[in-house]
T-cell receptor, first 110, second 115 residues
Framework: GNSVTQMEGPVTLSEEAFLTINCTYTATGYPSLFWYVQYPGEGLQLLLKATKADDKGSNKGFEATYRKETTSFHLEKGSVQVSDSAVYFCALSYGNKLVFGAGTILRVKS | GAVVSQHPSWVICKSGTSVKIECRSLDFQATTMFWYRQFPKQSLMLMAT?????????EQGVEKDKFLINHASLTLSTLTVTSAHPEDSSFYIC???????????FGQGTRLTVV
């Protein structure tokens, strides 16, 4: 079946630290991969996406590369800010549905 | 991307009453919308796929008589939690997908508290 596994949180970092949130997936076929971000009390916002192997999605300083050989889509940011504190979800699509990982809480301290 | 609006953003209701949550696609005609449920500090669980002009498709374990879905137009889907109980308290989120293997766009969510 289709599933997404994310590293457990919370992840606590100081401002300007480097961020990595690991995400691996299991899927039949070739899904598209996404990172969504959720701020407290809000819905999800698309952060970035990649639709095929070796694609790199990027947005607001965040990046993730679709690695077919390792079935991974790790999220990275070179220098986090307090405003990046949120919950991050890795997801894959199959057909018109999405499968989400458990989410990783990120806390950035000033 | 599509703009999706949910209403209300939060609601408190008494046990035994029913609550309706609306999901509107403001700039996109959606033949399909999705309803999710999210428990505190947990991921999203797909409840059902709402299909315009036909019956919703429910995920395994979701009671269709408990969670009534109506998708009467291309811009509006509603979720009604019938005879709500405290265990129905949760965060409900709708989304609109714009095609196969493409991203979904989410409403801001509705926090339901049943007392």
């Amino acid at each position: 079946g289709n599933s997404v596994t994310q590293m457990e949180g919370p992840v606590t970092l100081s401002e300007e630290a480097f961020l990595t949130i690991n995400c691996t997936y299991t899927a039949t076929g070739y899904p598209s991969l996404f990172w969504y971000v959720q701020y407290p009390g809000e819905g999800l916002q698309l952060l970035l996406k990649a639709t095929k192997a070796d694609d790199k999605g990027s947005n607001k300083g965040f990046e993730a590369t679709y690695r077919k050989e390792t079935t991974s889509f790790h999220l990275e940011k070179g220098s986090v800010q307090v405003s990046d504190s949120a919950v991050y979800f890795c997801a894959l699509s199959y057909g018109n549905k999405l499968v989400f990982g458990a989410g990783t809480i990120l806390r950035v301290k000033s | 991307g599509a703009v999706v609006s949910q209403h209300p953003s939060w609601v408190i209701c008494k046990s035994g009453t029913s609550v309706k949550i609306e999901c509107r696609s403001l700039d996109f005609q959606a033949t399909t919308m999705f309803w999710y449920r999210q428990f505190p500090k947990q991921s999203l669980m797909l409840m059902a796929t709402s299909n315009e002009g036909s019956k919703a498709t429910y995920e395994q374990g979701v009671e269709k008589d408990k969670f009534l879905i109506n998708h009467a137009s291309l811009t509006l889907s509603t979720l009604t939690v019938t005879s709500a109980h405290p265990e129905d308290s949760s965060f409900y989120i709708c989304s609109v997908g714009q095609g196969m293997n493409t991203e979904a766009f989410f409403g801001q969510g509705t926090r339901l508290t049943v007392v």
